[in-house]
């Protein structure tokens, strides 16, 4: 009997999203705030295509992707083909470079651009939720007992 208790109780914890014990929810002004972090933070996509596993990936200028969103690094441009070789090495003359398409759908990204995975108000209220509660966590050094934490989380296909 206890153990089918238990089982219940851990199903019924993986199941729901919760946070600390209760369940997750936001304030409106919460609810703006992530919007406005949404806009800043998916850029504009040519292309758009969905994994078997649900994310979304955005095809983005090579030039506008969120690495080169760093203040020194402004008017930054990407180069696609090195002006210097290592000694001993040189362009390669035979036919055209092939990009990686591992694991991308209808033949990846165009030319120019590159795969980004679109960021969800369920992905930043995660993140937000990690943070706070990994903050209480500190690394244990050799003098002082300590415990280990582990993180399960489920998401329904």
């Not at 180069?79 to 210097?84: D, L, N």
Request: hydrophobic share 30%; with cysteine; proline share 7%.
């Amino acid at each position: 009997m206890r153990v089918v208790v238990v089982l219940a109780l851990l199903f019924w914890g993986i199941s729901h999203e919760v946070e600390g014990g209760r369940a997750t929810s936001i304030s409106k002004e919460e609810d703006l705030e992530l919007e406005r972090e949404l806009r800043r933070l998916n850029k504009p996509a040519i292309k758009s295509f969905q994994t078997e596993y649900g994310d979304i990936f955005d095809c983005v200028d090579i030039n506008k992707q969120p690495a080169l969103d760093h203040p020194l690094l402004e008017n930054h441009r990407v180069q696609k083909k090195p002006s210097v070789f290592p000694k001993g090495l040189g362009p390669k003359t035979s036919g055209k470079t092939q990009s990686s398409k591992i694991g991308l759908p209808d033949g990846g990204c165009p030319e120019g651009t590159v795969p980004i995975k679109r960021i969800t108000k369920r992905d930043l209220i995660w993140m937000k939720s990690l943070k706070r509660n990994t903050t209480k966590f500190h690394p244990m050094d050799g003098n002082t007992l300590g415990y280990h934490v582990g993180h399960l989380f489920h998401q329904n296909p």
